[in-house]
Structure formats: C-alpha cells, structure tokens
C-alpha cells in the first residue's frame, strides 16, 4: 500500500483514470482513491456510450469532418451562449488528439449505435459502452503501477495558504490521511445527494430519479466550497431529462430513456394536458421535459399511445401499462377516468388531416385549436389497445462546480492554488453555464483529465 | 420439445433489457439479431443462445451485473438456454441430458469404450503388421462405420428439429458462404474489435481461447483428413497400414495429434481459470470431460505411433480406439454438438440478414 505517493487522484471516472494515467506516464507515483466499491467504480462514466470529438477528416470510426466552428456552434446554441468560449474551443481543439490517445490506452470504438444516427458524425461511439472504457483504462492504470482504493470517501482537503496540505479519507472502517505532493479532484457533481438537490430545488427534488452513480454526493465540492474555493455556475442548474418513471432511484442508465413521447399525449396528475409533445423530435427535446415534468404536480407526467405507435420508437425496458380502453387505462394509471376521457376527446377532436404523418422527421401534423397544442405528429388516439408509461425526472448532474484555468488548476480570490486541479464534471460548470450537448461531458473530463494529470505531475516531480 | 420456461423466462428479460441498451451491439452477431425484434419469442430466444459463442465481453461491459438489481448477465443466461435447447433437440432425447452435465458419464463411456475394444482385440481376428495385428482392418470398419454413421443421423435429427423451431427456410449457397465464413475466421470470437474475449482473467481481452479453439479445429479437421487418405490409400490404392513418416497419413496426422492434443489442453486450462457463474454452471462438468476426452484421443493417438513397436502396442490401441469409440457415440450429445448447432444458427442469421 502506497503510503506516500505524488499525487491522489480523487474519483474513479473518466476524468480521474485520464489524469491517473498522463501522470504515471509523466513518471509520479500516483494514489486513486475511489468511493465505490469495485463492481460499482468508474461513476458517471460508466454509464456513458459516446464522446464529441472534432475532427478536420476521417479519423477512426468517424466519417467526414466535424470542425471546430460547428462544433463551438452546436455548442453556443444548446448553452444559449452560458459558454467560457475560451476554455470551450480548448476542450474542443484537443478532443481530435484524444480519440487516438484513447485508443492507444485501449478504449474501443465503434460506429453510432443503432438507432442514433444523428450522432454518427459527431460522436465517436465506445465499443461496450462507458464500463468497456472505465476498464480498459483500470487495465491501463494497472500496467502503470497506479494503486487504487476502491471504498475511500475522501471526507475533506486541508488548505493552507495557497496549497493543500492535507488529504483526509474514510475507508474500511477508519479515517485516514495522506499529504502528498499534489491532488487532482475529479469526483463529479452532487446530484446524488438529495438533500442539496432539495436545497437547490425545494421539496419537488425528493421526488427525482438519479441517473448515474449514487457515489457524487458532491463531499469534496462541499468541503472545497466552504474554504472559499472559487466556484462557478448555479446550484440551481442542472441537466434533466425525463425518464420512465418505474426507473430505480439511482443508476438506471440508458435504459430506462423513454423515447415515445412525441407520438403520444402527456397528461399530468390531474389528467391535464401541459406542453407540446410535437415541438421537435425527441432528442431534441427530452432534456426539456426533465424540466417539465418536474414543474407538474408530484413531479410526474403520464404517456398515452395507442396501437399505431407501439413500434415507432426504440424498446424501453419497462413493459408498458396496457388496456383495451382509456378509461381502464387512466385507473391503471391511478388517474381519474372521465378526466383523462375528455382531455383525449378534446386532442383527438383537434386533429387534422394525418396524411403527411412520418415519424421520423417534423410533420407538421399537427392539432387546431387546442391549447397547449400539438404541432407536429398529432394523430388522434383511437385504435386499441392503448399503452401507458409514466414519466418522472432524471438527473444526470449538476453544474455547480470547480472554477479552473486553461491548465485546469484550482483558485481562490487569492490567486492559484498551487497543488491542486479539477477535471471533469466537477468543473464542468467552468465552460458549459447550462444546457447540453450530447458527448461533450466525456469531452471535458477526457481533455480536462489529461490536462490536470500532466500538470500535477510537472508540479510534483519539480517540487 | 420444450424449453425450460425458467431459462426462456430469464433470457427474455435480460434480452428486452439489451434491447433498450445495445451498448453491447458491436461485439458479436446476437446483438444486432436481438436488436431486430421487439418481443422475444423462444425460438428467437433459442437463436441468439445458439449464435453466443460465450466470451463474456458482453458481461463485463456491463453497467447492470449483480449487484445492480437488473442482473444482467447475457452470457449465462444464453448457455443455460443454449445447453437447455440442444437437451431438448436431442435425438434420442435423455442422453443428451446426461452427457452435456456430467464429466463422469463420459468418462464413464470411455471406460466401456476401453472394454469394448479389448474384448474386440482378445475376440475378433487380427490379419495385418502394425495395429492390423491386434485388430483386423475389417474388424475396426465393422465397429467403426456404423459408430460414425449413427451419430451422424442422430445429429442431423436434431439440426432438423432446431431448423424447424426457429423457423430456418430454404438453403442457398450463399448463405452457407456466410455462416462457414464466419465459422472459419472465427470472426465472432475476435470481439468485435479483434482484441478478443474476456473469457479468462476478468475484463482483460486475450486472444488465447480464439488460439486454442483454432487449433483444437485444425488438429481434429487434420486427423479427420489423415483417416481419410489412410481409407483412400487402403482401398484404392492397396496400400494399408502402417504408413512410413513421411506418407499422407502421417503428414496430416502428426501435426493434426500434436495441434489437437495441445489445444484441448490449453482449452481445458483456460475453462479452469474462466468464472463458471458465466457460463452454464450444470455443464461445466460435461464440457470439462468432453475437452479432456479430446486431449485423450489426441495423445493416445500420438502413443500409438511412438510406441509402435513395443509390447504396449494392444493396450494403447484398445485405449485409443476406446476413446475414438467414445468420441464419436457421444458426438450428439456432447460439447461437440455446439459446432454443429452453431453453423445452424450462423445459417439462419445469413437468411435474417438477407431478409432484412
Ligand atoms: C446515464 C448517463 C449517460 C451519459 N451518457 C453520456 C455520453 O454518452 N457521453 C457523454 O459525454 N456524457 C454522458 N454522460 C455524462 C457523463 O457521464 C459525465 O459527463 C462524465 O462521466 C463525467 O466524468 P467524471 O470522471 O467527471 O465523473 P464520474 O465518472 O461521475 O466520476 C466521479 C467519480 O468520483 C467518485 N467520487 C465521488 N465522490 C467521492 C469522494 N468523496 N471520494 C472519492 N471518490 C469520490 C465517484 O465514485 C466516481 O468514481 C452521461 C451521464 C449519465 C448519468
Ligand atoms: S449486456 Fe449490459 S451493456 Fe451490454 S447491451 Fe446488454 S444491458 Fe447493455
Ligand atoms: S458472451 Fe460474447 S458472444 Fe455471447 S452475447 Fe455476450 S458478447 Fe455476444
């Protein structure tokens, strides 16, 4: 067991393995202190499936080019301009040197998954998915001599001045610390932890479903907060979206993504109608309605669908409700019958002509007269049997975060912290203010990772 | 012919949770056939067993293994399916059962193998030099004939009661092309990405077992090859045995014996390292004895012609050819099985493709 290493890697994710590894490279002895346990390490990334990478030509599986002004405006346009540009275009500039770095280190690739061609451009899919890169990346810290320890909850970092001084952990049962050289903080955001949600959100948070991994409680976010760490973003944002509501409390992952809605009626508690479900096609949309769902009444909402649109959407891996009328399956639904009878008597009245219906693109099939409408794919719910899913919010995490440099290095209103860095979702909030754009977290934590990995090596083999 | 419906039932549910991942699509051919239904029903269930090839890349992939409450593991839900299907195409039913589980049934057979033969040996005439002068040429095609022959009906009974299950249509050349394409790169065993599968040390991709398996096929296809020409030399030709080092027989079966015996060595030594919760734990007794009993017809057969000339000639012959005996009588309902089954799913999945 290492008693004194360089440097302690705080985390077991992308950003915290990347860093691991460019410091190992660069010759430290480096500690990984993990929280959870084996089967469950490697955070938010193991759930993950692909990362954004630029790219002037063809590299790897990606076809075509994908260049940093598109980039940087796909960008702009999802944060609504909430974007450090600067570190932004650095992210996004270094992301087309990373894919062959992660293969080098044994990550996989493949091209875009089934059902997700939009993206087959864009983002450069893991064979396997996040838990294939999480382990060939242990495998690769293995081979570098790096130790892990799986079960340490790092519980607070001493500050001193300008350094860190001190790194105390919990594990196995006792407290423990350690004062190495330099620390990277790489232990993701805090949604995990219901009770600052709920700080942040009010009440409606303890009814939300967690994503990912139940180990970002944001504990070292926290502990670096209340020693005035400089900070960014708004404990208020984060990303949502909304999941199928039978989903687990935390780490549900992929599967419990419901793609259904904008074939369907989404009614709240109250067998309302409350939003467009056919304002643009889902991946477009679904981080909205995170949002939406969380606004109605016990943060839930209800999918109708009948017959004709059982297959027009990816399989979800809850069954769902089924009844061969609304009113059986409004009571399924634990909804009042003749309420949820009418709201879809009033949308099926207002729907047109369905003839141009194709699913696969906006329509503009869509209601007249009825608010809120439907503007594209409205066709009337008629044809038994008729299907029901339940929708709740999913966080998949927060943007408060670790304000850093361009070398990923940590300050307080006094200048730089000289030993201490931050990669990956924890300052993600550092570029990205709000919104989101599908692969770039894995981005961030892979440029910011390396980044943060060099630097503290370069620090701790001068001192 | 009916499955367990604890098998069917728990390969549905994992399948339907692939389904709405497909994390997993670029590792192997199940995937994208899985990735083409919407409901599972067994006879598709009963393909995507027959297309695994068990290299648990899927398995370590996984972000919903115990002790998350999805439960995920492919791999083994598709060999309990897959064992459980080849039990229920077996013709005659019920030894199947037997020997697909149980190392000490086949060893078992083997011992009477032994006995037949010497018996055989002590009973039948001897007419020749070499082994010729334990057992007669037409002593060893009266027993062996009909012990190649029977499996040989015995399997494609079961091929016939798999193809109609999962619903196989009419045959063409081309997809025959596929499915022995695939079967000869041994492509799905690369992993999708050519670094191979997890099947021995956890998460870390070896190419050993690919190795192993290509060599164990080479060996036994080259063994096959010099009985052949040794049947060839001896009826057309006029040439019996024994053959000179450097005839036909020989030349194929030396290398044959050696790739063989090695490889199912080594096949049993990874299958001994390998985590049998992946697999089908019922089986791994079966499948061990099957893979030792390859190494036995290999070396014995190896023995055979280094100690041509001494006094334990009868008794390794009786040995050998016990084990061949065994071998083949246990063909349909052995490990061995898998190959054929395995070209059968890879022939339907060519007629899925082309339908698409
Ligand atoms: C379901 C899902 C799918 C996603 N899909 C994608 C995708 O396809 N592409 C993409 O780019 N992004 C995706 N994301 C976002 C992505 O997961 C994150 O942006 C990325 O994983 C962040 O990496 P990280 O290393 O910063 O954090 P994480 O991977 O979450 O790692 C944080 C680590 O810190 C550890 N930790 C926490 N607290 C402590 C402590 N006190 N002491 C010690 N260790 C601690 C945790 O155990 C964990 O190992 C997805 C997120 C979810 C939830
Ligand atoms: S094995 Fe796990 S990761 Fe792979 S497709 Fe199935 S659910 Fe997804
Ligand atoms: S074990 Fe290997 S062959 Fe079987 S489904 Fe998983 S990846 Fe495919």
């Known amino acids: 067991m290492m008693d004194t290493p360089d440097i302690v890697v705080i985390g077991g994710g992308n950003a915290a393995l990347c860093a691991a590894i460019e410091a190992a490279e660069a010759g430290a002895r480096v500690l990984i202190l993990e929280a959870a346990p084996k089967p469950y390490r490697g955070g938010n990334s193991r759930h993950t499936r692909n990362f954004r990478c630029m790219h002037d030509g063809p590299l790897s599986v990606l076809v075509d080019a994908y260049e940093e002004e598109e980039y940087v405006a796909d960008l ?34 493949q091209p875009s998954l089934s059902g997700t061609l939009s993206l087959a451009r864009t983002n450069a899919f893991f064979m396997g998915g996040g838990k294939s890169l999480v382990n060939a990346y242990y495998r690769t810290i293995g081979r570098l001599g790096v130790e892990v320890r799986y ?45 600052w949600l709920a700080r942040a959100w009010g009440p409606a948070a303890k009814n939300f479903l967690i994503r990912g991994t139940p180990y970002n ?95 027009l959407f990816m399989p979800s891996v809850f ?3 089924k009844a061969d009328s609304i009113e059986d399956l409004a009571e399924m639904m634990g909804l009042s019958a003749g309420k949820v009878a009418a709201t879809v008597a009033d949308f099926n009245a207002a729907c047109g002509d369905t003839s141009s219906f194709s699913p696969m693109e906006l329509d503009g099939v869509s209601t007249t007269g009825l608010t809120p409408p439907k503007t594209n794919w409205a066709r009337p719910i008629i ?81 | 012919m009916q499955m367990q419906p604890e098998f069917v039932e728990e390969a549905r549910r994992q399948a339907e949770i692939c389904n709405a991942c497909r994390y997993c699509e670029g590792y192997c051919a199940v995937f994208p056939a899985l990735q083409a239904e919407r409901a599972f029903a067994e006879a598709d269930l009963t393909q995507l067993a027959n297309l695994c090839h068990n290299c648990r890349n899927c398995y370590h992939a996984c972000q919903y293994t115990a002790p998350h409450e999805f439960d995920l593991n492919l791999p083994k839900a598709l060999a309990e399916l897959r064992h459980d299907s080849w039990d229920a195409f ?37 007419d ?4 010729y002068a334990v057992l007669s040429h037409n002593a060893m095609v009266a027993i062996f004939a009909p012990a190649f022959l029977l499996p040989l009906l015995s399997l494609a009974v079961s091929l016939r009661r798999y193809w109609s299950h999962v619903g196989g249509g009419r045959i063409t050349l081309g997809h025959l092309r596929h499915a022995f394409g695939s079967a000869a790169k041994m492509r799905n065993l690369a992993g999708g990405h050519g670094d191979g599968c997890n099947f021995e040390d956890e998460d870390r991709f070896s190419q ?37 080092l450097w005839s036909l027989p020989k030349l194929l079966g030396v290398p044959g014996g050696l790739l063989l015996g090695a490889g199912a060595l080594w096949l049993a030594a990874l299958k001994f390292r390998a985590d049998p919760e992946l697999g089908a734990p019922r089986a791994w007794g079966g499948e061990m004895g099957f893979v030792l009993l390859l190494a036995f017809v290999a070396w014995s057969g190896l023995g055979l012609w280094l100690l041509r000339d001494s006094a334990a000639l009868a008794l390794i012959l009786a040995l050998h050819l016990g084990s061949v005996l065994a071998f083949f009588l246990l063909m349909p309902f052995t490990k061995m099985a898998h190959g054929f089954y395995r070209l059968t799913a890879l022939v339907r999945d060519a007629q899925r493709l082309e339908a698409r």
């Open chain 2, 208 to 244: 050993a077992r690919r190795q192993a398996h290509t060599a164990v096929l080479v060996g036994f296809l080259l063994c096959f090859a010099s009985t052949s020409s040794g049947t060839v030399l001896h009826y057309i030709f006029d040439a019996p045995a024994p053959y000179s």
């Open chain 1, 217 to 311: 409680r944001g504990v070292v976010l926290a502990d670096l907060l209340a020693q005035e760490v400089a900070s960014v973003g708004d404990p208020t944002q984060c990303h949502a979206v909304a999941i199928d509501g039978r989903a687990p409390l935390y780490d549900g992952g992929i599967v419990t993504r419901l793609d259904c809605v904008p074939f369907s009626i989404v009614v709240n508690k109250d067998g309302e109608r409350f939003y467009d479900e056919g304002e643009d096609v889902w991946p477009k949309r679904y981080a909205i309605w995170g949002r939406l769902v969380a606004a109605q009444p016990d943060q839930v909402g209800h999918v109708i669908i009948d017959a004709k649109s059982i297959n």
């Open chain 1, 319 to 321: 069954p769902p409700l």
């Open chain 2, 128 to 131: 020749g030099e070499g082994f």
């Open chain 1, 151 to 195: 079960d340490a909850h790092v519980t607070h970092l001493e500050l001193e001045g300008d350094r860190i001084t001190r790194v105390d952990f919990d594990h196995e049962g006792g407290s423990h610390s350690l004062s190495p050289r330099a620390v990277v903080v790489a232990s993701g955001g805090f949604q995990a932890d219901r009770n």
């Open chain 1, 76 to 109: 702009m346009k999802v944060t609504g301009g909430h974007t450090d540009e600067g570190l932004a275009r650095l992210a996004i500039r270094s992301s087309q040197e990373c894919l062959p770095w992660m293969e080098a280190h044994g990550v996989r690739f």
């Open chain 2, 90 to 126: 077996a013709w005659p039913g019920g030894l199947a059962r037997a020997f697909q589980r149980s190392g000490t049934m086949i060893a078992a057979a083997c011992v009477l193998g032994f006995a037949a033969l010497f018996l055989a040996a002590r009973a039948l005439p001897a």
């Open chain 1, 383 to 463: 044809e038994p049997p008729f299907y029901g899913y339940s929708l709740r919010t999913g966080v998949t995490f927060t943007y408060l975060g670790l304000k850093v440099d361009e070398r990923a290095q940590c300050a307080t209103a006094g200048g730089p912290i000289r030993n201490l860095w931050a990669a990956g979702e924890t300052m993600a909030g550092s570029i990205l203010g709000q919104g989101y754009l599908a692969g770039f977290g894995m981005t961030i934590g892979t440029v910011f990772g390396r980044i943060a990995g060099k630097e503290a090596a370069a620090y701790a083999n001068a001192a």
